[in-house]
């Protein structure tokens, strides 16, 4: 990581890992949750609250430049993360990524002000993770603010199989963010800044 001011360097990520994913969106919450139990699946990780910050320098550079640095808070763990440019041209969301684990959410945020970032922006969402045996990729299942929807992370040819096998075809592929989906939502509702369930505490994302 660098600090705000320091000139990137091209190859920066470079040696980062990838992650392949996309999102599906939910109509019936209930029904898609017997739909993945019916194919095998088994809850990995029970419905838990996320609280999400993302940062960015004062002249938004991150953000200018395709790339996202976020804390999460996940229960009672906090994780640090930073993700790469998404590949263009591609039915997915290709993108570098690592994720660290830290001692909590505020030293965290602390430590990222003092290398220049601020809060930028908040969301909240309920996830549950499925897994499977002899299954490479997982299924997330997410309740937020704006609608629920799946998030499929594996290989390009896994989130295809898995897909169609729930249900889905490839026009059904979202590879916007969840900023990107808010940012269209609000088009349309009037709501705060943040993507919060609470929307009256979305007007000021430093707030946490």
Not at 33 to 46: C, D, H
Not at 97 to 113: F, R, V, Y
Not at 178 to 194: K, M
Request: aromatic share 10%; glycine share 8%.
């Amino acid at each position: 990581m660098y600090h705000c001011g320091l000139q990137k360097k091209d190859n920066e990520l470079s040696s980062m890992p990838t992650e392949i994913e996309v999102k599906l969106p939910i109509d019936n919450l209930k029904s898609m949750r017997a739909k993945i139990r019916r194919r095998g699946w088994r809850v990995s990780s029970r419905r838990q609250f996320e609280a999400n910050w993302l940062f960015d320098c004062t002249d938004d550079s991150l953000r200018n430049s395709g790339r996202v640095l976020r804390v999460r808070q996940s229960g009672v763990a906090t994780w640090l993360t930073v993700k790469g440019p998404v590949q263009q041209d591609t039915p997915h969301k290709i993108r570098e990524e690592i994720e660290i684990k830290t001692p909590g959410t505020k030293p965290t945020i602390a430590l990222l002000g003092t290398l220049g970032y601020n809060v930028t922006w908040r969301y909240e969402k309920y996830r549950r993770c499925f897994t499977k045996a002899g299954e490479s990729g997982k299924i997330l299942l997410d309740e937020t603010p704006i609608g629920n929807y799946l998030e499929l992370e594996g290989s390009d040819a896994w989130i295809d199989n898995t897909s169609m096998a729930l249900g889905f075809k490839y026009n059904d592929y979202i590879t916007a963010s969840y900023r990107g989906l808010f940012e269209q939502y609000t088009h349309i509702h009037p709501v705060g800044s943040n993507m919060l369930f609470d929307y009256r505490a979305g007007k000021n994302a430093s707030n946490y």
